[in-house]
């Protein structure tokens, strides 16, 4: 009996009429399998990230930290006929360097005989656990470097400055679920804001799950997007709070609410750590922090060699990034106090 036609779709440019043979190069056998894995790990991350384009974001090579710089506000004065205009108003410079924090990873071992047995796709699901585990530390680096901006001076101290520093917008004991306090806050922050002459593209919040859907259930239809319907819509499927005072709101438990103090971790080359006991929401634009990536995010997987010693693949999913206070005057943190 003649063999049968085999149409491998793991091939990659391979004319064989046997490209599943014994002999096959096993990259050439399975070159697109690891394809999905990749994809779904990027999906996932992407999906889960909240910060990712809501800050300022660089791409670094070829070094190990990046430098911001700041120009101050400038004075106006009058001329005096005949005097010559000499350029002395430069503006004051102060200059921010954000470091690359040390690699993170998060891997998976995926056993062959598991991978055979197993009724759902193995690697698929463990891919978007590997991005999920990035994006997860992706955020929390983030929203830990907005609440610390909050508190922070802005670096340029000169004359005619100095310039706005962060804020804190204090909600009351206990109000941290408060709708109408929370609604109150928000027009509160797009003041100072603009006090600040912060622009007004590119201002969001980020709130915990609870004070969100608080805001839908608490507090009259006025602060829902008319785009959901002014009924019905937004209440049935929660999503129809969109922004408030100009402001788009986010949701995320990755936030530090009122999470305690929470100390440095070894690979963090950036501050990252502080006293979150009463934090309970950030309102900021996307000039408050700056993010670093070096690496992000990538797949490894483990060669022929580790295949064949422990009979399944180790899967690593890597990000180098790092996060940095840029302009203070763009962030605001709220506080249950």
């Known amino acids: 009996m003649a063999n049968s036609l085999i149409t491998s779709v793991g091939t990659i440019n391979n004319t064989s009429s046997t490209p599943l043979a014994l002999g096959t190069n096993y990259d050439t056998k399975y070159g697109t399998y690891l394809k999905l894995f990749s994809g779904e790990m990027f999906k996932a991350y992407e999906s889960a990230t909240i910060a990712k384009g809501t800050v300022m974001n660089r791409t670094l090579k070829n070094g190990k930290s990046m430098q911001f710089i700041f120009t101050g506000r400038m004075s106006a004065a009058y001329h005096e006929p005949g005097t010559p205009i000499l350029g002395s108003g430069d503006p004051p410079v102060a200059e921010v360097t954000i470091l690359m924090d040390d690699l993170l990873v998060s891997s998976a071992f995926v056993y062959d005989l598991d991978e055979t047995l197993s009724h759902y796709d193995l690697r698929s699901e463990i891919s978007r656990k590997i991005g999920h585990a990035l994006a997860e530390a992706y955020d929390k680096k983030v929203f830990r470097t907005i609440a610390l901006a909050a508190r922070e001076a802005h670096p340029i101290t000169a004359a005619p400055g100095p310039e706005p520093g962060g804020s804190v917008i204090q909600l009351g004991s206990g109000?941290?679920?408060?709708?109408?306090?929370?609604?109150?806050?928000?027009?509160?922050?797009?003041?100072?804001?603009?006090?600040?002459?912060?622009p007004r593209d590119g201002r969001c919040a980020v709130l915990s799950p609870r004070q969100y859907y608080a805001l839908i259930s608490q507090v009259d239809t006025n602060i829902l997007n008319r785009d959901y319907g002014a009924t019905g819509g937004n209440m049935n499927t929660g999503m129809g709070l969109y922004e408030i005072a100009g402001i788009k709101i986010k949701m995320s438990n990755n936030l530090p609410f009122l999470a305690g103090t929470v100390n440095a971790v070894s690979g963090e080359n950036n501050t990252y750590s502080g006293d979150f006991s009463s934090h309970c929401g950030l309102i900021y634009q996307k000039e408050a922090a700056g993010c670093l990536e070096a690496i992000g995010p990538q797949v490894q997987v483990s060669g022929n060699d580790v295949k064949t010693m422990y009979q399944g693949d180790l899967i690593v999913g890597r990000l180098a990034m790092g996060c940095g206070t840029l302009n203070p005057a763009a962030a605001i943190e709220l506080q249950a106090a």
């Open 175 to 198: 109000n941290e679920y408060n709708a109408q306090s929370l609604v109150d806050a928000f027009f509160e922050a797009a003041a100072v804001l603009d006090e600040k002459n912060v």
